[in-house]
């Protein structure tokens, strides 16, 4: 066993349950062994203040070299390296971090797990002191001395991924006033641009800044320390901290010199039974790519929870033989943001495009997780159907509901292979404390299928922005009540004119039936029986903006 | 349309949404329309003050026969009770309830969703002042007041299935004590025992009381009030209020006069499309029996989800043809009871013997619902998995943890035909403040293959107080840390050796490899660990007891 973070110890236990004479053997490059790494911005957060709770077994018990030996006979050395393997000898050469020394370990089989390396940007100015990752224990333990002394002021995150942006969140929690810049257009690619523009906005809101569209060419220092981060366009961001979070690469330094096969999404190359192209060698978690079961090929998923599970069928398969499967990724991802949470399962729609998909339906839906009288908070969510086998193939959820039941409710009908059809009519648990009536991913599914049989056009807010624009000539409708329209309204352009009052009001829409309406209310439902009322008495060109007011990320009058 | 509560309403505005010409007409007996009826219980309870939250939609606006005519040209005729169905003049005869006087109404298409009526038990002093169901807004109204006046001190809750469990807990909660009687052995019908014990134990922590197997034979009154309940063991338990909830039936007297067909589980019989025998008419909701669809066969399943879903495929069969279908429950359902919930989907082992399903594997399994850094909850799940095909076909959850979330992924999971080898590698979101990085619902699957490969044998907590109870000769083995024995231990004869010293001391195990040895820990990952060490060391009659203690129900030493 090589790497003694997720996979590694995974597979360990996993091995020795099922082998209970195998010789195992933990190498970990790190002090520290299971280190739960998913949850170090918690940890600088002040979500709780026990570091040892993070190396720790559910009972208290700390993960150590003697834990192991005792509780599950497995040799760990921590601090040790692995710096070469002999495939034909089958032999792995190690050095101890500190002393230098080296030694060599033979093994009938090997699981290699040594995760992954942070994607440095090339930029001057690395070194200083300020300017850190958060990527070992160590930055954890750094990050947090920060928040606990107080003294720093601001902060610039660099990078706006799940870990960039869960990053950002606590510093500002903590008081430090933080800019997240990405060099992306828009903030956490595993949403497309609308759900990730209302998460922006979110974290506007709670006093961060999010600069998009740039890069870093310089971090600025006085006497040894940070002082700014310079960007691409020039500008300066004085600051005292910089976390790097632009991503994490395969760490397959050891694997490649070892003759292993690399693959095209850069990560060592396994099988179903996480085999690699030596039959003696596994490979589990973040130095592996993953098969995508949609796509149908590799790509990079860097993600704790299956490196777990891959770890887990590397550990059975290197003591029993090759008996069980790890059959793919669907690239199912979630993080907390501020008050919002955002997930992400399957593909989204810039993927679609990105892999050629040209053959898919997607819609925004806006709802509420419980019944409004117990408080139901918004989930707007997005669904992607593939065309011919109306299959789910994507799903996306943001908000301050419960996202983490709407997405993981999404992976397993994605993983199920479910069509619209079942999902319309999905049999789940209800009662007002948990959901509602019609939970809002069947909502979504409702929405999903008007579409698909043209019962209803959509159109997403950012379209109607671009329109707007342009300048094109059309009817803004909204069919909110006076109360609602008072309160919140964009200010486009649009004629209120309540869903309940619409019938008697039709005189007042546009002459011509052929004139492009957009109607909407607060989420959709309402513009929906708007838009049956206004085509069955003529119109022809009618479209329901997606996810209603709840949805719209751009500027409004009130 | 006939009924104007779940079914009714959803029906005839689907309906309307695809056809605007149609004469849409709601007879509906009661005053209101399109009551949030599940959410009685927290109206009462207070969790919410404002009543018309209950009858209004999401933006507010009073769900009156103004809102159904000018909203969605759709006339509504509360106090209006349906009393004949002519098929073959296709007309219905109507009855004012107040004024009295009859009219009748003819119809193209017809849709009955005339709901459930409340079981009552055949006792003497029904009519007792404090003697109610929750069925009606006026029962919800009338307990608001009573819970609003703080007068009543203690209250009787007949019958412990979800609405006699819901209403004692906010009975209870608004500082009346209550009591639960039920007939059968045990509480929530949709559990299976040993679960139902733990919500039971958790009820009777709460404060209020819990009795089952008992019947009530009369309610006592005095000057007309409600003064105490007589059970059947001749017990008077005094009290100013009593609720009865033993549950619903199909409410089906219309339907049956009008010669359509009524099924072995009582209902109103439909296809698919939600047709009855009669072509012209439909029928949704409570007033039906539903396909099951793991049982293939009908069962009674009056949820509020499932009327919504059925009343939504007869609105659109009734007025574009039968286009869309409605396959069928698998019994979903959920409850709030104080700090826990309990949920149930597809069969429960009970159910599976019922049936005469003799193949299939049950687990229990305990864990959290996110890290315990992040403050993670216990649920306690368990799952059944048919023999032959693998896939699960039953789950059920308890605990103070996510609950709903467990539930729903079951149930999605069953729907979409799912067996253990999928679920045992399922990517589902995972980040720290929602799941932990093997949710617990992989990991409940993770045990049940080890189970199902025979690499665990299970023995569940009741067995084990059977076995105690008969003197049963065997080796409790409790593997726990001292700390955790010095908290908490069941003192039933155990011996503690804490899994990291059992290595070390195989020695004060059983001399005969062939005694019985069940080992537990908290949940059971650790007895699972220390079932490989005891078996790899020649004991071959070991087995874990499932959920360890954390689902122990029985009284314990500490």
């Not at 609308?194 to 506007?204: D, K």
């Not at 399957?346 to 990105?354: A, H, N, R, V």
């Not at 909407?520 to 022809?540: F, M, P, Q, V």
Request: charge should be positive; include cysteine.
């Amino acid at each position: 066993m090589i790497g003694g973070s997720a996979a590694g110890p995974k597979a360990a236990a996993r091995a020795r349950r099922l082998d209970q004479n195998a010789q195992i053997t933990i190498i970990q490059k790190e002090p520290d062994l299971s280190m739960a790494s998913c949850g170090y911005p918690y940890y600088v957060g002040g979500f709780f203040n026990e570091r040892t709770k993070l190396l720790s077994t559910g009972s208290g018990i700390l993960r150590n070299p003697d834990y192991y030996l005792n509780t599950k006979g497995i040799l760990a050395k921590p601090l040790t390296e692995a710096t070469t393997i002999d495939c034909s000898s089958k032999k792995v050469t190690c050095r101890n971090v500190f002393a230098g020394n080296s030694e060599f370990l033979v093994y009938d089989k090997l699981i290699i797990a040594t995760g992954s390396i942070t994607r440095m940007p090339d930029v001057h100015g690395r070194n200083l002191n300020g300017v850190t990752t958060l990527k070992s224990i160590s930055d954890a333990d750094f990050l947090r001395r920060v928040r606990d002394e107080g003294k720093v002021r601001r902060a610039v995150v660099i990078g706006a991924g799940l870990i960039g942006i869960e990053t950002s969140e606590v510093l500002q929690m903590a008081g430090i006033r933080t800019t997240v810049v990405e060099l992306l257009p828009q903030i956490l690619s595993f949403l497309d641009t609308q759900l990730a523009s209302l998460i922006e906005g979110h974290i506007r809101e709670k006093g961060a800044s999010v600069i998009t569209n740039m890069g870093v060419t310089k971090f600025l220092g006085k006497n040894g320390s940070l002082v700014a981060v310079k960007l691409t366009n020039g500008m300066e961001l004085p600051c005292e901290l910089a976390v790097i979070a632009t991503g994490v690469s395969p760490n397959v330094g050891l694997a490649r010199n070892a003759g292993l096969r690399i693959g095209k999404a850069g990560g060592i190359v396994v099988d179903r039974y996480m085999q690699t192209s030596d039959p003696d060698i596994y490979a589990a978690g973040d130095c592996t790519e993953q098969y995508h079961l949609i796509i149908g090929r590799n790509r990079y998923v860097p993600y704790g929870d299956l490196a777990n599970l891959q770890g887990r069928v590397a550990g059975e398969n290197a003591v029993v033989g090759n008996e069980v499967t790890f059959p793919g990724t669907i690239q199912s991802g979630i993080c907390k943001v501020f008050d919002y949470a955002a997930g992400a399962t399957g593909l989204t729609e810039d993927m679609t495009k990105e892999l050629g998909y040209d053959d898919t339906t997607a819609v925004i839906y806006a709802g509420l997780d419980k019944p409004g009288f117990m408080n139901g908070k918004t989930v707007i969510s997005k669904m992607i159907v593939d065309n011919r086998s109306q299959k789910i193939i994507g799903f996306q959820c943001v908000g301050p509901g419960d996202v983490s039941k709407q997405v993981a409710q999404a992976a397993i009908a994605i993983q199920g292979g479910m069509a619209v059809k079942t999902l319309v009519n999905l049999d789940l648990p209800y009662a007002p404390p948990f959901a509602q009536a019609i939970d809002s991913f069947i909502a979504c599914a409702h929405v999903m299928e008007n579409k698909i049989k043209g019962r209803m056009r959509g159109i997403t807010a950012e379209d109607v922005i671009q329109k707007l624009n342009r300048g094109d000539d059309m009817f803004l409708l909204d069919v909110r009540t006076p109360g609602e329209f008072e309160a919140l309204r964009l200010g486009i352009g649009e004629t209120l004119i309540p869903l309940g009052e619409l019938r008697k009001r039709l005189n007042e829409l546009p002459k011509h039936k052929t004139k492009e309406i957009i109607v909407y209310c607060k989420t959709s439902l309402r513009a929906y029986e708007a838009e049956r009322i206004i085509e069955a008495h003529g119109w022809n060109n009618v479209a329901i903006m997606e996810g209603g007011i709840v949805a719209w990320t751009h500027s409004r009058a009130k």
